[in-house]
C-alpha cells in the first residue's frame, strides 16, 4: 500500500474495495480459479498484518482507556452479538481499530465470523447479505445515549413552562442533527423513553447518526449544563422469552394543520401522566417503550398548512380547505363546477363578501398557533411487552390513555393505530432498528413535540425515573498525562483518561466504599495494568474470587512471573516463616520480633488479655528461637520454648545474648502470676490454633519459605494471594495476610542497601486491608515511598479501622477514591473533599464510579469523579495452568512436608 494513512472508517473501506477489483483485475487469465469473495479474504488478511501505525493516524488509534471500556462492552456477549458490535466499531472507530479489538477478545471464532462479515460487505457495496440492510445499517450507524438531569435542589425544581420553554430550543438546536433532506442515512434522530425487560427504572435515551454524536452532547449540555449525557453501548430490551407483544403508531384525529393541546394551555405537567404509565411496569417479564424518531419537514408543511390559513381566510370552510387536500375530492370539486350553471360577477362578488363573514376565526387561530412555531416530522410508536396478550394490551392502553390530555377542543387529538399480523412484525422490525415510515408520518410543530416528549422537572417526586443524584466534577486540565488509567471523568461531552503517575503512587492510595460499589473493581484495573506494563505487584485477596479475573489477564509472556499462593491448595503447601531474617543483618530481628508481637496482639487483643507479662515472655521466647536458626526457627518452635524444658535448654545453650538467658533463668525461678509454668497454657493455646490445623501447619511450619520477598520485589514478580475466608478460617486468614504485610514490609526496609541506586517499582494491593495491618502500617505508609514500595489499600466503612491505623491513613495517604459510603463515613469524608463535594453527593455516588482526591506531580488536586470500567474480561483457560506452574515451582508435596515435621518434633 501507498504511505498515506487513512483518517476515516469509509477511506479504510474504499482502500480495500479497490485492492480487491485490483485482485481481480490480475487474475482474468485464471477464470472460475478466484472468485470476488477469495480475493476479498486475501485483501483483508494482508491488511490484518500491516502494522496499525502504517494505516490509521496516531489521533486515530484508540486508547488504551478506551480499548479497556470496549472490552467491557464486548467481552460478556454472545459470537453474533460481538460480531454485530464490532460493525459498530467498525463504523465509529475504523476497520482496522475494529481488527485491534477483536483480537483482544482472544476468540478465533469471533475473528473469524468478523472476518467473513467484513468480507461480504466488502464486495456487496453498500448493503451487506444475509446481515444488514441499507435501513439497518443507518440504524447501526446511530449511537444510543442516556440523558439523565440531576434532582434540584429543594425550591429549585424549574416550573413547567419554562422547562417546555427549554426543550423547544433544545428541539430547534436538535434541527441542526438532522437537517441533511437529501441524505437519508443521516436526517433524523430518535427520542425514546424505556423500562427494560428486569428493571423498573425508566430512562430518557436519544439516538443519533455517529457522525453528530459530538454534537449532539454539545448540544445537550448547551441547553442543561447539568445533565449527564451517557452513551448506552448495549441497547435497552423490553423483550423477555415469554414476551407477547402490543404495538401501535401515532396518527391524527383529523388533518395535521389542526394542533393538538400544548403546554401553554396546561396547568400540569403532561409528562408525569405518561410517566405513570411506565411506573406500573413490573420487573420481570414485562417491558414498555415509547419511539419518536424526528427529522425536519423544511418548508413542505409550513407552505402547505399556509395555504389553507390563506383559504380560511378568503372564507372557505375548515372543512372544504381540509378536502381540497384530497387530490380526489378536489376532482369532484371540479367535476361540480364544470356541470354546474355558470355564476354572474356579481353572484361571484356576493359569494366573496358572505365568505369574508363566515370565516372561522376559532380554525384559523388554531392554524396560526400551528404555525407559528417550526414543523418536524415524527414518527410514534409504543410497543408493550408482557406475558399475556391482556396484560399486554393493557400495558399499551394505559399508556395510549395518557395521550388523551393533548385532546384540543375543535383542534386535534391523537389517535393509536394498534397493528397485528404481518403488520405487526413490520413495526416491531422498525422500532428495533430505529427505521423512518413514511406511512407513520405525524406533523408537530416544536411546542407539541416539547408536550409530549420532555425531560422530567428535576423533581424528587418522579418515581422510578433515573435521576442524577451526586454532582459530576470536571477533572483538573494539569494532572499527569502518563501512568496507569484510573477511570475516567465525563464532562461536558468530553471523557478525559484519569492517569496516575508513578511518583505519585509512591505518596500510596485508599480506596474505600461500601460492598457492590466497585471498589474492588477499581483495585483489579489497576493491576491490571501494572502486570501489562511490566511491574512487580502483589494482590492479598480476602475473598479468593478476583484473583481469578486477574490470572484471566495474565500476559503469556509473563507467565513465569506469576506466584499464585493459596494456603487452601494442600496436595502442594507453600512455607511462609515470618521469623526468617537476615543473617547479615542480625539487628532486622528486633524487627521481625516487633512485628510479630504486633500480629498477636491484633489477632489476640494481648494488650487487654496479656498485658506486659505476655510481650516480656513472647519477644524472650521469640527472640531466643532466632538466636540458633539452626535448631529451628519456626512459630512452632516458639511455643516449644515455652512447653519442652529441654529443647529450652538446648537453646539457651546455643544463645550468646546474655540479657535473654538471664530472664529465662530468672523466669524458672519465678513463681506466682508471673512464674512460667503460669504462662506456658496461656501462650501455648494461641499457638495451638493454627498448629493443629492441617491447612496451617505445613505452611507456618516450614523452616524455610517458598519465596523470597525482597526477589519478589526486585525481580518484578505478580503475587497473588487468595486468603479466602471461606476456605481458611478468619483467624487463619488473617495471620497469613499479617505475615505478609509485615515481610512485604521488611524486604521494602532491606532496600536500604541499595539507596541512591535504582529500585524497580513495586505495587502491594491490600483488599480488606483492616483485616492484615498493624499500627505499624504508619511506618510502612511514611518509609517505603523511599524503597519505591507503593500501597494501594481498600476496605468497606471507617469504622473497621482502630483509630491509630486510621490516623495512620488519613495522615500519610497522598490519593484517595471513594465510593458511595454510609451517612456518618460521608459525613466524615466530606471535611477531605469539601467544599467542593458533599455528604449527600458522595452518599448518592453511583455504583463504578468514584470521588477522586490524589496527587499529580506531587502537588494536590482539587478533588472531581470519575467512572470505573469493568477490567477485560481476560482468558479464563489459561488460569488452571498458571495455579499448577506455580504449585510446581514453590510448593513441596505435602507428605515431604508432614514427614519432615513429625521427625523434627519425634512424632
Keep these: 500500500m501507498n504511505n498515506n494513512q487513512f483518517s476515516t472508517p469509509e ?34 488478511r494482508e491488511y490484518k498484518e500491516i502494522p496499525i501505525e502504517k494505516i490509521i493516524t496516531t489521533t486515530s488509534h484508540i ?195 389542526l394542533p393538538i393541546k400544548t403546554y401553554a394551555n396546561m396547568e400540569a405537567d403532561p409528562m408525569s401522566l405518561i410517566l405513570s404509565s411506565f411506573t406500573k411496569i413490573a420487573k420481570d417479564y414485562e417491558g414498555l417503550a415509547l419511539q419518536i424518531l424526528v427529522r425536519p419537514a423544511g418548508d413542505v408543511f409550513a407552505k402547505r398548512f399556509g395555504e389553507m390559513l390563506e383559504d380560511l381566510r378568503k372564507g372557505e370552510t375548515l372543512k372544504r380547505v381540509i378536502d381540497k387536500q384530497s387530490v380526489l375530492k378536489e376532482s369532484f370539486h371540479l367535476l361540480g363546477q364544470i356541470f354546474s350553471s355558470p355564476k354572474t360577477a356579481e353572484e361571484i362578488e356576493k359569494e366573496k363578501a358572505k365568505k369574508i363573514s363566515l370565516v372561522d376565526e376559532n380554525a384559523t387561530k388554531l392554524i396560526q398557533e400551528k404555525l407559528s412555531k417550526t414543523i418536524i416530522e415524527t414518527n ?50 422498525r422500532y428495533s432498528y430505529r427505521l423512518w415510515n413514511e406511512d407513520e408520518s405525524y406533523p408537530l410543530n416544536l411546542s407539541e ?95 479468593g474470587t478476583d484473583i481469578v479475573d486477574i490470572l484471566a489477564n495474565i500476559p503469556a509472556e509473563r507467565a513465569k512471573d506469576v506466584i499464585y499462593f493459596d494456603p487452601a491448595y494442600m496436595p502442594r503447601p507453600m512455607g511462609l516463616n515470618m521469623l526468617e531474617y537476615d543473617r547479615d543483618r542480625p539487628e532486622t530481628k528486633t524487627f521481625v520480633v516487633n512485628e510479630l508481637l504486633g500480629i498477636f496482639n491484633k489477632l489476640f487483643d494481648m494488650k487487654a488479655t496479656g498485658g506486659p507479662g505476655f510481650e516480656q ?122 505475615i505478609i504485610v509485615g515481610k512485604f514490609s521488611q524486604a521494602a526496609l532491606s532496600r536500604v542497601d541499595t539507596l ?8 502491594l494491593y491490600i483488599d480488606e486491608f483492616q483485616n492484615v495491618t498493624t499500627p505499624a502500617i504508619a511506618s510502612i505508609l511514611s518509609e517505603a515511598r523511599k524503597y519505591r514500595l507503593s500501597l494501594t489499600v481498600a476496605h468497606q466503612y471507617i469504622g473497621q479501622l482502630e483509630e491509630d491505623i486510621k490516623g495512620a491513613i488519613f495522615g500519610n495517604v497522598g490519593s484517595m477514591a471513594v465510593h458511595r459510603v454510609s451517612p456518618d463515613d460521608a459525613k466524615y469524608l466530606e471535611s477531605k473533599f469539601a467544599p467542593t463535594v458533599m455528604a449527600s453527593d458522595i452518599m448518592k455516588m453511583a455504583n463504578l464510579h468514584a470521588y477522586v482526591s490524589m496527587l499529580a506531580n506531587n502537588e494536590p488536586k482539587k478533588p472531581f469523579d470519575i467512572s470505573v470500567p469493568f477490567p477485560p474480561r481476560g482468558d479464563i483457560a489459561k488460569i488452571d495452568a498458571l495455579k499448577e506452574l506455580s504449585y510446581i515451582t514453590y510448593g513441596r508435596p505435602v507428605d515431604e512436608v508432614n514427614a519432615e515435621i513429625m521427625r523434627k518434633y519425634n512424632l
Excluded at 428541539?171 to 441542526?176: D, F, G, K, L, N
Aim: net charge negative.
Design 11 to 44: 477511506e479504510e473501506i474504499s482502500y480495500l474495495r479497490a485492492q480487491v477489483a485490483e485482485k481481480l483485475e490480475k487474475s482474468k487469465g485464471f477464470e472460475n480459479r478466484f472468485t470476488e469473495k477469495d480475493r476479498a479474504h486475501e485483501a483483508v
Design 63 to 257: 486508547s488504551a482507556g478506551e480499548k479497556h471500556r470496549l472490552l467491557e462492552w464486548l467481552s460478556p456477549k454472545e459470537t453474533d452479538d460481538q460480531v454485530r458490535m464490532l460493525f459498530q466499531v467498525m463504523a465509529e472507530k475504523g476497520l482496522k481499530n475494529a481488527f485491534v479489538m477483536a483480537e483482544e477478545l482472544n476468540s478465533p471464532e469471533v475473528e473469524d465470523d468478523f472476518e467473513r462479515f467484513v468480507v461480504q460487505y466488502i464486495i456487496s457495496g453498500h448493503e451487506v447479505k444475509n446481515n444488514v440492510s441499507k435501513d439497518e445499517w443507518k440504524a447501526l450507524h446511530m449511537k444510543l445515549f442516556e440523558i439523565i438531569l440531576p434532582e434540584a435542589p429543594e425550591g429549585q425544581v424549574k416550573q413547567t413552562k419554562e422547562m417546555m420553554g427549554l426543550m423547544e430550543q433544545w428541539y430547534a438546536s436538535m434541527q441542526a442533527l438532522a437537517s441533511d433532506a437529501t441524505n437519508k442515512e443521516k436526517n433524523y434522530y430518535s427520542l425514546e423513553l424505556g423500562v427494560s425487560n428486569g428493571s423498573t427504572t425508566v430512562i430518557f435515551y436519544c439516538a443519533v447518526h455517529i457522525d453528530y454524536a459530538p454534537l449532539f452532547e454539545k448540544v445537550v449540555l448547551g441547553v442543561f449544563p447539568t445533565a449527564k449525557v451517557h452513551e448506552s453501548k448495549d441497547d435497552y430490551n423490553i423483550f423477555s422469552n415469554h414476551s407477547i407483544v402490543a404495538c401501535s403508531y401515532a396518527s391524527h384525529s383529523t388533518h395535521p394543520v
Design 380 to 429: 410514534i410508536r409504543i410497543v408493550s411487552a408482557a406475558p399475556t396478550l391482556a396484560r399486554t394490551q393493557a400495558i399499551r392502553a394505559d399508556l395510549e390513555s395518557s395521550f388523551a390530555q393533548f385532546a384540543e377542543v375543535n383542534g386535534n387529538s391523537i389517535k393509536w393505530e394498534e397493528v397485528e399480523g404481518k403488520k405487526q412484525k413490520a413495526l416491531l422490525h
Design 449 to 543: 413535540l416539547a408536550s409530549l416528549f420532555h425531560f422530567p422537572m428535576q423533581s424528587k417526586d418522579v418515581n422510578n425515573v433515573r435521576m442524577a443524584t451526586y454532582t459530576q466534577i470536571p477533572a483538573p486540565s494539569d494532572l499527569c498525562s502518563d501512568g496507569i488509567i484510573l477511570g475516567m471523568n465525563q464532562n461536558r461531552g468530553i471523557d478525559t483518561d484519569i492517569h496516575f503517575g508513578r511518583d505519585d503512587r509512591m505518596r500510596h492510595m485508599y480506596v474505600i466504599g461500601q460492598t457492590g460499589t466497585g471498589k474492588t473493581v477499581f483495585l483489579k484495573n489497576m493491576i491490571i495494568q501494572d502486570i501489562k506494563n511490566g511491574d512487580g505487584c502483589c494482590f492479598i485477596d480476602p475473598h
Design 617 to 738: 515472655y513472647f519477644r524472650n521466647a521469640t527472640l531466643l528461637v532466632m538466636e540458633h536458626p539452626e535448631s529451628g526457627n519456626t512459630l512452632l518452635d516458639i511455643s516449644r520454648v515455652f512447653s519442652d524444658k529441654d529443647y529450652r535448654d538446648y537453646k539457651l545453650s546455643k544463645c550468646k545474648n546474655p540479657l535473654i538467658v538471664q530472664f529465662w533463668q530468672n523466669a524458672e525461678k519465678t513463681t506466682g502470676d508471673q512464674g512460667l509454668q503460669n504462662w506456658v497454657q496461656y501462650v501455648n493455646s494461641k499457638f495451638d490454633v493454627f498448629m493443629s490445623n492441617d491447612i496451617m501447619r505445613p505452611i507456618v511450619a516450614q523452616e524455610k519459605s517458598a519465596f523470597n520477598f525482597r526477589d519478589i520485589m526486585d525481580s518484578k514478580k505478580i503475587f497473588l494471594v487468595n486468603l479466602a475466608k471461606g476456605r481458611l478460617g478468619d483467624i487463619n486468614s488473617s495471620l497469613l495476610g499479617l
Design 756 to 763: 541512591g541506586k535504582p529500585m524497580s517499582d513495586f505495587y
